[in-house]
């Protein structure tokens, strides 16, 4: 009840880097390198032959960013000036205009695609730079790739793929996930204050009943 829901945004992300063959047109950089979502589509992304994977992370997240394995490099926010300008893909999950700025400055014309998935740093989002370097970000909508591999391949068979993806990544989750539990009123209380107050650490998650 965890993961499932967010990997299922992952899988599909994975699935449309490599349908569209960004994955071999240099890096992909995914921004939130710490959120469940990124390290979920960075985890499939790895399995794939020659993808190398880009962390940007905050300097609070960096050492468990680095610890997880499944990014070949990572840098911090403010470190961006400092990576190796290429082609490169942007997954940007963090959704902070500041973030966001600094990739496209620091890539331009070399970034072959800005995928904006979410908004973890929701207050660094704001109206966005309506004139960015390189291509426009281009949103990202689960449910319309839900429907393209729905029609590829059938529903039964689209389950069965996450399925199958689903399993080796809950496994790994559990050598390094503490799952918190908690019951009530008080509980549920807390845990949303400590939330909201970025006072969770990325190891650890809540599964809560009123
Ligand atoms: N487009 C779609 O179809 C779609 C589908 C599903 C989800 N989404 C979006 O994807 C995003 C990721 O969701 P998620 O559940 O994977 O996120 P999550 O695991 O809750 O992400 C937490 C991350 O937020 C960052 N962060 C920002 N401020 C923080 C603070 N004060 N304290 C702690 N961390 C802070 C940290 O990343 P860093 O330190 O690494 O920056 C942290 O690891 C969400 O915005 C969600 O809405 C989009």
């Not at 942007?90 to 072959?112: E, M, N, P, T, W």
Request: net charge negative; proline share 5%; glycine share 8%.
């Amino acid at each position: 009840m965890l993961l499932r829901p967010l990997f299922f945004t992952s899988f599909l992300i994975d699935d449309q880097l490599a349908d569209q063959e960004l994955i071999a047109r240099g890096p992909i950089v995914i921004s939130s390198a710490s959120s469940k979502t990124a390290i979920a589509a960075a985890f499939l992304l790895a399995q794939r032959e020659g993808v190398e994977l880009l962390g940007l992370t905050s300097r609070r997240s960096a050492e468990f960013v680095n610890g997880l394995g499944i990014y070949a490099r990572c840098a911090t926010y403010d470190a961006i000036d400092s990576l190796k300008r290429e082609p490169a893909t942007f997954v940007d999950i963090a959704g902070d205009d500041a973030v966001r700025l600094a990739v496209h400055s620091h890539y331009g014309d070399d970034l072959v695609h800005s995928m904006a998935v979410g908004v973890t740093h929701w207050e660094e989002s704001g109206a966005g730079e309506s004139q960015l370097p390189g291509p426009p970000p281009t949103f990202f909508f689960a449910p319309d790739r839900v429907r393209k591999r729905s029609r590829d391949w059938g529903g039964d068979q689209l389950n069965r793929r996450v399925a199958d993806a689903w399993h080796p990544f809950c496994e790994w989750t559990g050598g390094w996930l503490e799952i918190v539990h908690g019951q009530g009123f008080e509980a549920v209380q807390h845990a949303y204050l400590e939330v909201l107050d970025g006072r969770v650490e990325p190891t650890r998650a809540h599964v809560l009943s009123l």
